[in-house]
């Protein structure tokens, strides 16, 4: 069973187009995320939701939006894609540090390539 | 700034040696640490963390030692395997934050055969 899914896992498009990319997570998890990884491996957050609420923005373009239907999925939608939005975008989810025993640990999914050309 | 790493690097060891992956800190008010594994094309895997109450955790020949003064970690990977090779990544959090894992720039590491 793979805990967390995100599709698709290849995309490919031309600049100015819309794309959406998905994630669910059969953790049970209450937090989830986005990550942006670019060609050198760097990782950094973009958003966060918990419990379908935004509770990080990391000054990402307006033109990336996060939906969170409910608290086991994640979408983000990308308008007029451009060059340098190509990259590796990772969801992944964590139970949170909501209670002393939790920890911050993430669990990925398995990332969705993005080549915008 | 936040700031967790260094500049990508690589290490390369023969297999069967130990291996050290180094990882430097910015934020003196971080509290837990952990290290992810990636390998080519797959999401970042956990493999060990440690709260900043401790200096040192062992898991299955894996050891990650923290060393708040001079907000250090490392990875000490023992007899290390080709299954190994893969990048390396520390993280950060602040325990009272919000949910938010710093990511430093990694080290590659390549085993030998």
């Known amino acids: 069973d793979t805990a967390v899914s995100q599709t698709p896992k290849y995309l490919v498009t031309q600049m100015g187009n819309d794309k959406s990319i998905k994630c669910e997570q059969n953790l049970g998890h209450d937090t989830m995320y986005w990550y942006k990884q670019d060609s050198k491996k760097f990782l950094k957050i973009m958003f966060s939701?918990?419990?379908?609420?935004?509770?990080i923005n990391e000054t990402v373009p307006n033109r990336f939006s996060p939906k969170s239907p409910d608290k086991a999925h994640l979408n983000l939608h990308i308008n007029s894609l451009e060059l340098g939005d190509s990259a590796v975008y990772f969801c992944?989810?964590?139970?949170?540090?909501?209670?002393?025993?939790?920890?911050?640990?993430?669990?990925f999914g398995e990332g969705s390539r993005l080549t915008v050309l | 700034g936040e700031s967790v790493g260094l500049h990508l690097p690589t290490l390369s060891v023969q297999e069967g040696d130990n291996s050290i992956i180094n990882c430097a800190y910015s934020?003196?008010?971080?509290?837990?640490f952990i290290w992810y594994k990636q390998e080519s094309g797959k999401g970042p895997q956990f493999i060990i963390d440690?709260?900043?109450?401790?200096d040192k955790r062992q898991g299955q020949r894996v050891t990650v030692l923290l060393n708040k003064t001079v907000k250090h970690l490392s990875l000490q990977i023992a007899a290390t395997q080709p299954g190994d090779s893969a990048v390396y990544f520390c993280a950060e959090n602040l325990m009272d934050s919000s949910y938010k894992l710093i990511f430093g720039s990694g080290t590659r590491l390549l085993v030998r055969p």
């Open positions: 934020n003196s008010a971080s509290d837990y």
């Open positions: 440690i709260r900043s109450n401790m």
């Open positions: 939701y918990n419990n379908k609420e935004l509770i």
């Open positions: 992944a989810s964590s139970q949170g540090p909501s209670r002393a025993e939790d920890t911050g640990e993430l669990f």
